[in-house]
């Protein structure tokens, strides 16, 4: 994993959010603003809006920072071929627990099924994974089949930025800070101007809940939009507990 990756893996505090399932935990900028991270709403099930962007899924799904694996798992409870990849140990496992399928990676590592899968997710902010949303969209093209689907989660507001972050304990007597790492915020507009620029074409965008959401297709191979023959198989109840960065398998 590369630095930036193992920063946010090492944050101790997000890790003791997620195992106690509750914040309030926030992402610090260098300018000392915070933004809080909805860790209750990560640990909880699926809520209504999440539903609805799970509603647009085609063909095998591969969640990106699918952190404690509420869409991982609900996807696999409507019988979905879906696979959750999260840098965070503590992640992983809470998906496991849940009955779901997942991988301790960075999206930027090699990833089961690379070129074939039907959707990849970006939710919860995670367009904003590894500070340059250009560099993610090119790497998310290239882990879709021709013609496949983007489920993105931008921010409510109309922001363009690209930050170095901590994420932050605050609260109480003890005070926790894991190590900086890149990170981006992209309203809607943002976003859609760079899908643009790197050759995606917007499939729809929609609010509810309070959260935005934007779906995109990538292109179509030239000769066929048909996906390859052979498809992801990626089985929530064969799939073993993974230990560091070990691999589920490929079938």
Known sequence: MSSTTLAWAAADPYTAALRAGRGPLFLRRTDGRLLPLEVERWCARADAADREA?????????????GPGRLVAELAARGRTVLGVDVSQAAVDHTLRLGGAALRRS?????????????????????????????????????????????????????????SVQVVDVTGARRAAGGAFPWARLGTPALLRLAGQAGWSPAGQWGSGGRRFVALRSRAASSSAEPPNRTAVISSQRVRKPSGDSAVTDR
């Open 107 to 163: 999206v930027f590592d090699p990833l089961p099924a690379e070129g074939r899968w039907g959707t990849l997710l970006l939710m919860d902010g995670n367009i904003g994974i590894g500070g340059e949303p250009r560099t993610l969209l090119e790497r998310a093209a290239g882990l879709l089949r021709p013609a496949g689907l983007l489920l993105a989660e931008t921010d409510p507001a109309d922001v363009d930025e690209r930050l």
């Open 54 to 66: 799970l509603d647009r899924c085609e063909g095998a799904v591969l969640d990106i920072g699918c």
